[in-house]
Structures are given as C-alpha cells and as structure tokens.
C-alpha cells in the first residue's frame, strides 16, 4: 500500500482526514508515528510533499456541518490583490531597481509588492511586523529585514537594488538594512507584478500568496538605484525620485491605473478604495487566504478545515521514508535523500528552467540508490533528529527491524545490517 507515492491513503483521500494516515506507519506510547502526505496534499495534486508525524490514535471529533459544508476539499482563495502582469516595460533583467510604497498595517505579515518566483524575482514584505526586502537571481536569495515593527499609523517602505549588487531597505526616509544579492535579476520572471500579495508562486521563503492585511498606497517602481537623499526626500516632502519612474499607482480613482508615461495598468482582484496616505489606497483583508509560512522544519500549520487530525508534532525530514520501527524513546526511520522542494520545482519546470533538471537528476539518482541512504534517530517526544547514520545503500520497504537493543536492516543488495552495541554493521 504505502510503496507507491500515488497510494499513501489507497487511493482515497477522506481517510487523512478523520484518521492518522500515511505510506508507513508504526504504533505505540500512545501514538500513531507515521510518513504521509501533508494535509494540504491529501487530495491527489501535481505535486506531493510528506511530512513525519506523531498523531493521538483516537477519532477526531467532527464539527456540526463539517461534512454538508465540504470541509477539507477545497483549496483556499487567492484572495485581494493587484496584478500587473508582466508587460514589456517592466521586465526588471540586468536592472537597477527602486520600489516604494506607503503602507498602513495591523497585520505582522503579508506582501506589499513582489515580482517573480522561486528562480529570479524581487519584492517588499513584513515578517513579524518587520520590513523585508527580497532578491532572487538564479535560484538564490537574498532577504535584508528592518529594525522596527511597522504595526500601525503609515509607514514609508523602499526597497533599492544597484547595479553594483548592493541592497538597501528604507523605512520612513531612514536606511534601516543593507546587504549583497547574489546578482541582478537574471531574466524576465515568469510570474507577473503584484501588490498586496504574492499569487502564484514567492520571492522569499513565505508561503504564496502571502496576503497584506491593511492599506497600500503610492506605489513606485523605478529601474534605478534611488540614493539615500532621494529616499529621504521623498518621505520628507513628496519629491519623486526619478523623472521617469515605470509604475505610478495612486489607487486615487479607485482603479490601479499606471500614471506613469508607461501605463501599465493593473487589474484588481477584491481590493477596495480606503482612505490613503494621499487621497485614495486600496484595503486588502487577509483574513481568508492561507498565510502559513513554509520552509523545511517549519510545517506545524495546516490549511484549516483540511484535515480534522491534530498531530502532536510534524517535521520535514530529509529522507524518503521507506522503513520505521518504534524502539524506546526513538523513532528510527531509513531511506534514500529528500533533497528537492516538490513546489518550488513545480513552478521552476512551469518556467521552464534548464538548472532544474540537473536537481531532477540527483533526485533520481538518490531514490536510485546511487548516493546511499541515511538512517536516522528521532526522538518521540519531540521529532527532532537525535543521530543520522550514513548508509551505502537502501533499505528494502519496511526492513527495519528491533530487538535486544539492536536495529537489524534488511537491505536492496542482500545485506542485513546490524545497529547497536558491539556491531559490526554487516
């Protein structure tokens, strides 16, 4: 059943929801441990991210309504924000850039303005009620974040990338970060100019889309690297930076109509006018987009009404699960490497990115078994991973066995190892 990854729950999606469930599971102290989809997955998608998990064995209760309303199947709304697309007039490659907006804010987290993915791209954020500024070129990124929250009244937020490679954040006229991209935006990113949200795919390490919760107003882009007296004035008295920026947005009409000389007009998509900074912004609520941030060892939080299971404790792990056995306080679990981002390759192959199919290949080669397999120790309590032990080979599925304080494993090639105290390992 487990062996194929399009089987993790026998092909029927509604068992992760009400049960702990997986493609190898093991049970005892209490809980279910297991390897299976992340709940976000438990519907068959293109792509498929698991998850290690310690669950309670006990039925989930079931909300009043949950199963008339649906619950669980469906995926979250985009939710409000503008997009610009991605016109000829604003393809950032080999530029400069200067990017600026007035924000207003109650909400610690969301996008102000972004461009790109997960291969080039650049973009404004608050993390924690701080100031990000992001760079993406080739695969690699660089994020500068700002001193002080900015919850609260209006904030003037710039982002300047120069073509020397140096990054600059601004906050209320003051430098409050800087540092070193690893380069110039390589090419015209696939995914197109965004504000309030970052729809599609991300710049930084947040979970698309990301969503502001507040007001925005007076967005500039600009293909030049402001100075810190451009920047300055700019917050003192209103000055514009540059005679010829490519993107005015005011939202004074109610529209995002571009009043630079460029008109690159954007599309709303549930925005609202609000009082601004100057005349008119436009509001945009968080409150019914997912807002997780993802990263390896950071999957704690689910997408809510996906899956009524309430685990103990998730982690990512760098591995492949293909064998498990509960021993003590430790979990052991044994397989080939993990070493792609199932998403972030997705959109990579979407763009159609040559450097990924050199990561396609040593993922191929790790399941094949050609770089060996890892064994690892995590503790129960916890998930955190105690020990690895680096291994020649793969396990055969479900070879991974316990007794008298051993670990024996039954390997692809023939072998049966032995793990524990006065072991020769063969």
């Not at 987290?109 to 009620?129: N, S, Y």
């Not at 990301?210 to 100075?227: H, K, M, Q, S």
């Not at 609520?285 to 309430?310: C, D, F, I, Y």
């Not at 199932?342 to 199919?357: H, I």
């Amino acid at each position: 059943l487990g062996q194929s990854f399009a089987g993790g729950h026998g092909g029927y999606y509604q068992a992760g929801r009400f049960a702990p469930s997986g493609r190898i599971m093991v049970n005892g102290d209490g809980y279910v441990y297991g390897y299976g989809r992340k709940p976000e997955y438990l519907r068959w998608t293109t792509t498929l991210e698991h998850q290690l998990f310690a669950a309670p064995p006990e039925p989930p209760e079931i909300p009043d309504g949950f199963l008339k309303k649906g619950g669980g199947g469906g995926a979250a709304a985009s939710g409000p924000f503008v997009s610009f697309g991605k016109p000829p007039g604003l393809d950032p490659s080999g530029k400069a850039l200067t990017m600026e907006a007035w924000i207003s804010t109650t909400k610690p987290k969301g996008t102000i303005m972004a461009r790109g993915g997960p291969t080039d791209g650049f973009a404004l954020t608050l993390e924690g009620g701080r100031a990000e500024f992001h760079v993406r070129a080739k695969n690699e990124l660089k994020t500068i974040t700002g001193g002080r929250r900015l919850v609260g009244g209006w904030h003037h937020v710039v982002g300047v990338l120069t073509a020397d490679k140096q990054m600059r954040l601004y906050v209320d006229g003051e430098k409050v970060a800087d540092g070193e991209a690893p380069g110039l935006i390589n090419k015209d990113p696939a995914q197109g100019l965004e504000v309030g949200g970052d729809d599609g795919s991300a710049v930084g390490n947040y979970e698309s889309p990301n969503p502001f919760g507040g007001v925005i107003d007076e967005v500039r882009l600009y293909f030049i690297a402001a100075t810190d007296e451009q920047v300055e004035k700019r917050f003192r008295n209103g000055d514009e930076i540059a005679p010829d920026p490519v993107l005015v947005v005011g939202f004074d009409d109610g529209t995002a109509r571009d009043f630079s000389t460029h008109r690159h007009d954007g599309t709303i998509n549930g925005g609202k006018p609000f009082e601004g900074k100057v005349g008119q912004g436009m509001q945009f609520t968080s409150g019914n987009r997912r807002n997780a941030a993802k990263g390896k060892g950071n999957n704690s939080t689910q997408k809510p009404g996906e899956s009524l299971v309430q685990p103990k404790w998730t982690k990512d792990v760098p591995i492949y699960v293909r064998a498990m056995v509960l021993a003590g306080q430790n979990l052991f679990i044994v397989g080939p490497p993990d070493i792609i981002d199932e998403e972030s390759t997705f959109r990579k192959l979407t763009e159609r990115d040559a450097e990924v199919q050199n990561l396609l290949k040593q993922q191929d080669d790790a399941i094949e078994g050609k770089t060996g397999g890892q064994l690892l120790a995590v503790n129960i309590d916890s998930g955190e991973i105690e020990h690895t032990e680096q291994l020649g080979t793969l396990p055969a599925w479900d070879g991974l066995s316990g007794a008298n304080g051993r670990l024996f494993l039954s390997t692809l090639d023939g072998q049966v190892m032995c793990f524990g105290q006065n072991s020769s390992n063969n």
